[in-house]
């Protein structure tokens, strides 16, 4: 999401005459565009603006705007903190930062530095500057699950669908301009179209981009299991497009755990939609995510945990130990008891099942031919991914373009990727 909202912003700022540069000695403009997940997020954006405060004050004329989830509720504080700051903007709210660029002399003359930004709503409408063959397009803002850990509704707001016809408009646009592949976002991207007239679903937006010319590949994330209802999922099964790779965010394999973080569901009803997926499409790629050391998790709770993660073998699991964000129930109300060291062992520990997993499936391609999205390519060798997601490394015959859609024949596999070459062609495999 932070990233659809750089590129919209950097799009803005284009506008209104501002490029982007390589080089941070050559900004006149710098935008931080902020993340609250984990405090680590946060962290390393204090120490961007530490850098930059150093930049300002030996002289340099150089102008600092910071926006996304740490700009809200502390605004105030870090105003004070930042004091050097010349613009802040909450997620998704881009006047502050047009209107400084606007404000400063000769802007045609400058340049938008180091991290760019986007915008939406609230203006004339503005798409994400196109860049490679992929592509982000938000299409559900906000959450209103309120789990006890989690900062984002208190930061992005509540879910806010955008309309069909916008949607369907940007990928229009995109795919007039080269873009390949598209990604549909959303916290919680199923909950999309809930508070729309007529009550479309992410299964309407799938079926609008079937006919979309220019379009190959359609992804989406993240899923919540109680918004994942069977027309989503026959819909990813239905057309051809859409990715059969599911990201389902599972956070702990502990009923009571779940309860106290507040996810709204049971263990057994994440277990029963992932076998929904796999009845409809054996092969499908199911990802995850897990927090480990949450408040009052037991070892018992967290070997329930590893116990479902080896049962379901998840092509990928994302894994990060818990940290206290302030505001949320979790920092007000529940007490941070798991010690560090035992968050990083069990930590380590789900990587471990993740690497095992992630091996398994990958072994099992090998010697067959797969379809890969062309994303990089260099003299002698390209780079894609599978409908999966899994990256392939390929030798190529010198005729490669990105963008293309290529057989690709797996000759080697490690847990996180593959190697291989061009179908019915010979070649000598690349380490």
Known sequence: MNQADSLKLAAGLEQLGWQSVEKNESANLFVINTCSVRQHAEDRAYSQLGRLRKQKLSGEELHIAVMGCMVGPKTDQLSKRFPYVDAWARPQEFEPILTLAETIKDPSEGDLGALSVLLDGGMTRTYALPAGISAFVPVVHGCDKFCTYCIVPLRRGRERSRPVADVLDEINWLANRGIREVTL?????????????????????????????????????????????????????????????????????????????????????????????????????????????????????????????????????????????????????????????????????????????????????????????????TESQATGRTKHGTIVHFNTNGEIKIGNLENIKITQTTAWSLKGHIADSLSLSVV
Do not use: W
């Not at 007490?335 to 690497?355: A, C, F, M, N, Y």
């Not at 990958?362 to 010697?367: G, P, Y």
């Open 185 to 377: 976002l959303g916290q919680t991207v199923e909950a999309y179209g809930h508070d729309l007239a007529g009550q479309p679903s992410l299964a309407t937006l799938f079926k609008a981009i079937e006919k979309i010319e220019g379009i190959a590949r359609v992804r989406f994330l993240t899923s919540y299991p109680k918004d994942m209802t069977d027309e989503i999922i026959d819909s990813v099964a239905d057309c051809q497009k859409v990715c059969e790779h599911f990201n389902i965010p599972v956070q702990s394999g502990s009923n009571s755990m779940l309860e106290r973080m507040r996810r709204g569901y049971m263990v057994e009803e994440f277990v029963e939609r992932v076998e929904r997926i796999r009845l409809k499409m054996p092969d499908a790629a199911i990802a995850t995510d897990v927090i480990v050391g949450c408040p009052g998790e037991t070892d018992d709770e967290f070997q329930e945990t590893l116990n479902l993660l080896r049962k379901i073998r998840f092509d990928t699991i994302h894994v990060a130990a818990y940290s206290p964000r302030p505001g949320t129930f979790a920092d007000r109300k529940m007490i941070d008891d798991v010690p560090s060291e035992i968050k990083k062992q069990r930590l380590h520990l789900v990587e471990e099942v993740h690497q095992e997993s992630s091996l398994n499936i990958n072994q099992k391609l090998l010697n067959k031919e797969i379809e890969i999205l062309v994303e990089s390519v």
